[in-house]
């Protein structure tokens, strides 16, 4: 099956799949200081959501995106390819 979408409609999705990881990756490192564990368990929703953000990026070419996994970096470094 093939759905057509505007780039500017793909930019809108990865943006909300930025915004969505970085919550989750937050809310899971706030968590886990709240209960002194260290370092941070990510939840199920953080991958599936990390996941699907790498997946759209590399589908539209966007090099920050191709970056390490979310789960390694700082929620502050999310999107911009570091």
């Known amino acids: 099956m093939i759905i057509e979408i505007q780039e500017s409609d793909f930019a809108k999705i990865i943006d909300a799949l930025r915004s969505a990881t970085n919550y989750f990756v937050k809310r899971d490192q706030m968590n886990a200081e709240l ?3 260290d370092p941070a ?3 199920p929703i953080t991958s599936v959501v ?9 589908i539209f ?7 390490k996994p979310i789960y390694q970096t700082n929620p502050e470094d999310i999107g911009n390819g570091e």
Do not use: I, N, P
């Open 35 to 37: 209960h002194l564990a």
């Open 41 to 43: 368990r990510y939840s």
């Open 50 to 58: 990390e996941a699907a953000f790498q997946r759209a990026g590399m």
């Open 61 to 67: 070419g966007e090099a920050s995106v191709k970056a």
